[in-house]
């Protein structure tokens, strides 16, 4: 009997071969779409997971509230850790990381030196590989850390220095201080909110602090300058300790503030760390987090798409069901029950899918590379042929058939043939009602998606374009280290003078940190402002006195900052942060940093967007400083801007140039503008898979009305046949035949642009900078769903219309 069913399924596969390439189309690109947004959200659902006690891991964050409105860190004082655990004796340990960035320089022999700028660092506290329990592949799998001039290596970056050599005892030297290797980790994985490559030891921190004069800093109860991890005993439940983490920290403050104050002032909260990549947005996160909305939008894209290609199948299926009734009734006739009809149509579902889903498969392998390209991802096709994947597939295969296999086999063994011609025939019945109903639901999900596509575009290109107030085109960002590093501290101008001289360098600025990037908060104390008033929080920004014209910000007073005679500070606000200290005329007025830097305030600038537009414009002060030591604090990045031109050349000779002057400088080098987008990463994703998404939506819809067309045309073939004898042109044949597929579309839009605008409005509150949903943006909408419907039918029309009547006439 099963083979008996399995081989009638295939003659019909192949006796209805429009139908069949269409199912299959549908079926297999729906179903391939969807087992790459599942494999994209099944990954960014899976950060942080694979640590064996993540479920009671937590980060220590801070939540504060100030002038400016709420502020939230992701980083804290690092006293926090060393007093913890005596206030809340539930918690089983505690770790500290401060994430660096520093020069290697490996010496294999007496003519080799090697040296690699290397990021992905973390001064960590001795306990790291027991907090994690992380796997040490070789070397001290106890205290790796005990040793303050240890340095603990991932198994990728030690094959970088090493090779296929035993990495342990082996030295790499740092800023002129040798560390021995002690272990080599496991390289930890993709799905990991921090991603570290070597480990150096808390002491070596706090030596680094000292050596710069800034062992007070450590000591600041204010300084947000650590990340703080908590292991919680088991069965703990961590409601249950909110209350005693708030009494800790008005413990914690005590010394400089009352109880109420602190209260007033923020808390802290334990950050599930599963929660820190797709729920944490909070000021110095270590990487760029995702979005759980974004996550939350490609999986409904994904039952979209499903929904389509289901509502696809289940179209065609009925539809084809006028070309079997015949074949129901003798098989009827011939004692068939119901029940092994339904047991048939449902089997062919099911077969169909199972080919569509093999078909998916290859369809997934071929998309690999572009869907890389487009998620940043490293998916490979042994990922996707996993056991637990293909066991997904197949078991999504088998419920979709199923389900999307149900209600034709219903419909078809439901009725006797007349009454199922009349069925199929009717516009006004049952199953022609829930056609017209699901063909509209189909182009009701395409039209959301092109509307939601058409307004996140708009918005991008917004970010692109909006006159931000500073130039950022054609500035190349060189990091700095070693002998570069040197020659700015020492002498600024050495360094510049020597670049400038290159004919397509046309100036260059030093900088501590970059636009784009998120600024340091700290606070400024104008020397007229009351002893007891609180300074509002501020973003700074060090700077020469190159950054104004090189970046082509415009002072609305004063002048701009030029070097200090003496080891004095100057500074240029914005204009909102006159406005938050309240200055009528703040150019000549003296002032403390919060580095207890003192100086005055030459001039005020326009505000200009400095951060990623999802902010508006905060306080911003500019300082210079002429104090050697106190540039070595903030000497981080060298901003060169260039003639627009043959950028590999000019990355050439500025590479030779430095090599020349500053010799040990590890090359490293990116472009402004490139850096200051980046902030836009996750929406150019969303951007670029809505698209591919709708493309794909579209086109399994399009496939929905070519068959639907065809049936039609199909159904109507001697009514066709009696208006050409009439003298009907074939262009009035076209038009009758689409003009109830069109009436179809135009009821999908009345249902989706309201529910596109709805939701695309409230995706566009996220940004404070944003763009005006405008009417054209509907009618384009509507115009493309318009043309796509006439595109798909106009085939079958044009068709239908050029066919000779004699021959419609004879159809039955």
């Known amino acids: ?82 007093e913890i655990m005596g206030h809340i004796p539930e918690i089983e340990s505690v770790l ?63 094959i970088k220095y090493f090779g296929k050599d035993n990495a342990v005892g082996k030295q790499l030297r740092i800023q002129g201080t040798l560390f021995t290797v002690t272990a080599i980790m496991k390289d930890f994985p993709e799905t990991t909110h921090f991603k570290p490559r070597y480990l150096l030891s808390w ?37 249950d300790l909110e209350e005693k983490l708030q009494e800790f920290r008005i413990q914690f403050y005590s010394e400089f503030e009352s109880r109420e104050e602190t209260l007033e002032n923020g808390r802290f909260v334990f950050q599930p760390i599963t929660d820190i990549h797709l729920r944490s947005h909070l000021e110095q996160e270590i990487e760029p987090n995702g979005n759980i909305i974004y996550t939350m939008v490609f999986g409904l ?69 572009f869907y890389n390209e487009i998620t940043e991802n490293n998916l490979t096709s042994m990922e996707i042929f996993s056991l637990r994947n293909i066991s997904i597939i197949v078991l999504i295969a088998f419920l979709f058939g199923f389900l999307s296999g149900v209600y034709p086999a219903y419909f078809v063994t439901k009725f006797s043939s007349a009454q199922a011609l009349g069925e199929l025939r009717s516009p006004v019945s049952t199953t022609s009602k829930l056609r017209t109903a699901l063909v509209i639901l189909q182009f009701s999900v395409s039209v959301f998606m092109i509307f939601s596509t058409v307004i996140i575009y708009r918005q991008m290109q917004f970010f692109l374009k909006k006159d931000l107030g500073i130039d950022l085109e054609n500035v190349i960002i060189l990091d700095l280290n070693n002998q570069a590093m040197e020659m700015i501290i020492n002498n600024p101008e050495s360094l510049k003078n020597e670049l400038e001289q290159l004919s397509f360098v046309t100036g260059t600025s030093v900088v501590s940190h970059l636009p784009g990037n998120r600024f340091s908060v700290e606070g400024l104390r104008p020397d ?137 400088t590890v090359f490293n080098y990116r472009f402004l503008d490139e850096n200051f987008n980046r902030n836009y990463k996750s929406e150019q994703k969303l951007k670029s898979l809505l698209r591919v998404f709708a493309i794909f939506a579209i086109f399994i819809s399009c496939l929905g009305l070519f068959g639907l067309s065809a049936y039609s045309a199909e159904l109507r073939t001697k009514e066709i046949g009696i208006r050409k004898s009439h003298g009907a042109h074939t262009l009035s044949i076209s038009m009758l035949l689409s003009r109830q597929f069109i009436v179809y579309v135009l009821i999908a839009l009345v249902i989706a642009l309201p529910a596109g605008y709805y939701y695309s409005n409230n995706w566009l509150q996220n940004f404070a900078y944003r763009i005006q949903v405008k009417l054209w943006e509907f009618l384009l909408t509507g115009l493309i769903a318009i043309l796509i419907a006439i595109f798909s039918v106009s085939y079958q029309a044009i068709r239908a219309g050029l066919r000779n009547p004699a021959r419609s006439l004879r159809y039955e």
């Open 203 to 239: 002491p070596i921190f706090k030596a680094m602090l000292r050596a710069v004069n800034l062992s007070e800093l450590y000591n600041n109860r204010n300084w947000a300058g650590v990340y703080t991890y908590v292991k919680l005993d088991e069965r703990i439940n961590v409601r």
């Open 96 to 158: 500290r990381m401060r994430p660096l960035q520093v020069v290697f320089e490996y010496q294999p022999d007496s003519l080799t030196l090697i040296t690699h700028e290397e990021i992905g660092g973390f001064f960590v506290d001795s306990n790291f590989v027991d907090f994690f329990n992380w796997e040490i592949i070789s070397g001290d799998h106890d205290n790796p850390m005990a040793d303050p001039l240890s340095i603990v290596l991932s198994e990728s970056l030690a």
């Open 301 to 369: 894209a994904a039952l979209f798409i499903l929904l389509i290609a289901g509502v696809n199948y289940v179209n065609i299926a009925t539809t084809n069901a006028l070309n079997r009734t015949n074949e129901m009734a003798i098989r009827k006739v011939n004692g068939a029950l119901r029940t092994q009809l339904i047991f048939q149509f449902i089997g062919e579902a099911v077969l169909t899918a199972a080919i569509s889903a093999v078909l998916s498969i290859l369809i997934v392998d071929l998309f690999i590379p």
């Open 528 to 664: 007229n402002m009351l002893e007891d008033a609180d300074i509002p929080s501020m973003r700074f920004l060090r700077v020469d006195d190159d950054f104004i014209p090189l970046m082509k910000i415009k002072l609305v007073e004063g002048r701009n900052v030029k070097i200090p005679s003496e080891e004095q500070s100057e500074f240029i606000l914005n204009k909102t942060c006159v406005m938050a200290l309240n200055l009528e005329n703040p150019v000549g007025i003296k002032a403390t940093s919060f580095f207890e830097q003192r100086g005055e305030i030459v001039g005020v600038c326009d505000d200009f967007n400095y951060a990623s537009l999802h902010y508006i414009i905060e306080p911003l002060v500019l300082e210079i400083n002429n104090d050697p030591e106190f540039r070595a604090l903030w000497c981080n990045y060298l901003l060169i801007k260039v003639f627009l031109g043959d950028m590999g050349n000019i990355i050439k000779m500025l590479e030779d140039k430095i090599d020349e002057v500053a010799p040990g």
């Open 1 to 82: 009997m099963l083979k008996n069913y399995i081989i009638t399924a295939i003659r019909n596969l192949w006796r209805y071969k429009l139908y069949s390439i269409l199912n299959f189309l549908g079926l297999s690109l729906g179903l391939a779409v969807s087992i790459l947004i599942y494999l994209y959200v099944e990954k960014e659902l899976s950060y942080d997971k694979h640590f064996s006690k993540a479920d009671r891991t937590y980060r220590v964050i801070q939540m504060l509230n100030n002038e400016a409105g709420p502020r939230n860190w992701a980083n804290g004082p690092p006293l926090m850790a060393e």
